[in-house]
């Protein structure tokens, strides 16, 4: 009998807490942290549909800055350069769009999609020029926040935005992908590199790298010497690093690697993204 009043209890406990939350009085994010936590725990919702909707939260909370892929990993085409000898690049770095530059990088007049190239293929026609296949482009400044970048994305139908900061000059680049994978999680395609291998390249110089990677087999990639006396994954080397568990989008510099997380919860750290100003000279992995 106690334990039947116990469980009723909780139930009223956890009604209680639901009712408060839906009956329109103010509410912070931290309650409603906790009442998506409360719905996990009785089965109202499962723990991917938990994390989908705290990150839909988090991002009416970050900047474009805070996700933009920055100037400097750019892959960009050059107006004046011949189609034909872009195509390479192109294949090579496997992106879907890519800026188109006119005089220097801070001067993206463009947007090239690739899936513009295919009617090519079969055309019987005169290769056209770079500027007569790109697309308008979109700037947007590094302080827009992303819940408001994903509605216009959505809005006007667009997938990349260039990233401007306060004195005009090319701070970076963002695209619908990269605003959804705060959301819902790393998107990984079809040319992606497939699941189980540690280390993925995502330019020539930014990698994924999954946290269990064995310190031995990251130094073997990238040709390095970290310790594996203490620590022997790449993900217990960064944690004490940090001095604690990181969360999602916190970076820290080791030796010439930037080490962003992409992914950890409470209780773990699970995907870097690594971006090096050294390129290893083999990625035999």
């Known amino acids: 009998m106690n334990d039947d009043r116990k469980v009723d209890s909780e139930e009223r406990s956890w009604l209680d807490r639901l009712t408060h939350f839906i009956s329109g009085e103010p509410q912070n994010k931290s309650d409603l942290g906790g009442v998506l936590s409360l719905a996990e725990e009785h089965e109202i919702i499962d723990e991917d549909a938990r994390k989908i909707m705290e990150g839909a939260l988090s991002v009416t909370d970050m900047q474009v800055r805070d996700i933009m892929i920055p100037r400097a990993q750019m892959v960009v085409i050059d107006s004046d350069q011949p189609l034909l000898e872009a195509i390479p690049q192109i294949i090579q770095a496997g992106h879907s769009r890519y800026p188109v530059i006119g005089d220097g ?17 079969q055309a019987n026609m005169d290769v056209p020029s770079i500027t ?51 959301i819902v999680g790393e998107i990984e395609d079809e040319t992606d590199v497939e699941e189980g291998q540690l280390i993925r390249p995502v330019s020539d110089i930014t990698f994924i790298v999954e946290a269990l990677t064995p310190i031995e087999d990251f130094n073997a990639f990238f040709d390095t010497s970290f310790s594996d006396e203490e620590f022997d994954t790449i993900g217990g080397l960064v944690i004490n690093a940090f001095g604690q568990l990181p969360t999602r989008n916190q970076t820290i510099r080791l030796n010439q690697f930037e080490f962003k997380v992409t992914h950890a919860d409470e209780r773990r750290l699970t995907r870097l993204r690594v971006t090096t100003n050294e390129l290893p000279e083999s990625r035999d992995q």
Not at 111 to 120: C, E, R, S, T, Y
Not at 163 to 171: F, L, Q, R, T
């Open 105 to 121: 990088i801070d001067d993206v007049i463009g947007i090239l999609l690739a899936k513009d190239l295919l009617p090519l293929v």
């Open 132 to 182: 007569e296949l790109m697309r308008p482009v979109i700037a947007v400044p590094e302080s827009k926040r992303l819940n408001v970048l994903l509605r216009e994305f959505r809005q006007n139908r667009n997938h990349m935005a260039i990233v401007i900061d306060e004195y005009g000059g090319i701070a970076g680049v963002i695209t619908i992908e990269d605003v959804l994978e705060e």
